[in-house]
T-cell receptor
């Protein structure tokens, strides 16, 4: 059982479409991070959200942290083939450990 | 400024052999973390080390696995008497300090361990 549930597991869309991926938990996190991982490489940090209700934007990516700090979403506007990858959310429960979700595999077709 | 360096990238071992995975953190980083990733699963925390100290090894299997981060040289994750279930991608990450609200964790490219 994953502490952090990500949905959907797989997403295949056409270039230009919008999409949202979700990260849900019954636990409260002090912060939540989103990473993107490409095949054969390590995850790369995209953003950290800290405050309940916080919204952060990174170009075409919008990240939101739930009011109760238990869930988060990542919205991509006008997806491009370069957005293809595995998107991972990770929650900090306190201390130095990050708990990762299983990820959402995104494929953007041109 | 080189990133987190892991080697080897790929490691093949037969059952019962030992596997040694090395990780050099980013320059100036004194905090090192090891994670294991299995297909269709997220990264699982294994161990957190600072120079010469194991801070948190709650994710490490009790037997056959050990980790160190000596004063000089890379961090080493050692797996003795490997079994097929040890096959996975092992990632190392480093950070300058630890503050879950602001700290950035930098990951290496991983070592893919295959046990025959």
């Amino acid at each position: 059982t994953q502490l952090l549930e990500q949905s959907p597991q797989f997403l295949s869309i056409q270039e230009g479409e919008n999409l949202t991926v979700y990260c849900n938990s019954s636990s409260v996190f002090s912060s939540l991070q989103w990473y993107r991982q490409e095949p054969g490489e390590g995850p790369v940090l995209l953003v950290t959200v800290v405050t309940g209700g916080e919204v952060k934007k990174l170009k075409r990516l919008t990240f939101q942290f739930g009011d109760a700090r238990k869930d988060s979403s990542l919205h991509i506007t006008a997806a491009q083939p370069g957005d293809t990858g595995l998107y991972l959310c990770a929650g900090a429960l306190g201390g130095n450990k990050l708990v990762f979700g299983a990820g959402t595999i995104l494929r953007v077709k041109s | 400024n080189a990133g987190v360096m892991q080697n080897p990238r790929h490691l093949v071992r037969r059952r019962g052999q030992e596997a040694r995975l090395r990780c050099s953190p980013m320059k100036g980083h004194s905090h090192v973390y090891w994670y294991r990733q299995l297909p269709e699963e997220g990264l699982k925390f294994m161990v957190y080390l600072q120079k010469e100290n194991i801070i948190d090894e709650s994710g490490m299997p009790k037997e056959r696995f050990s980790a160190e981060f000596p004063k000089e040289g890379p961090s080493i994750l050692r797996i003795q008497q490997v079994v097929r279930g040890d096959s996975a991608a092992y990632f190392c990450a480093s950070s300058l300090n630890w503050d879950s609200t602001n700290e950035k964790l930098f990951f290496g490219s991983g070592t893919q361990l295959s046990v025959l």
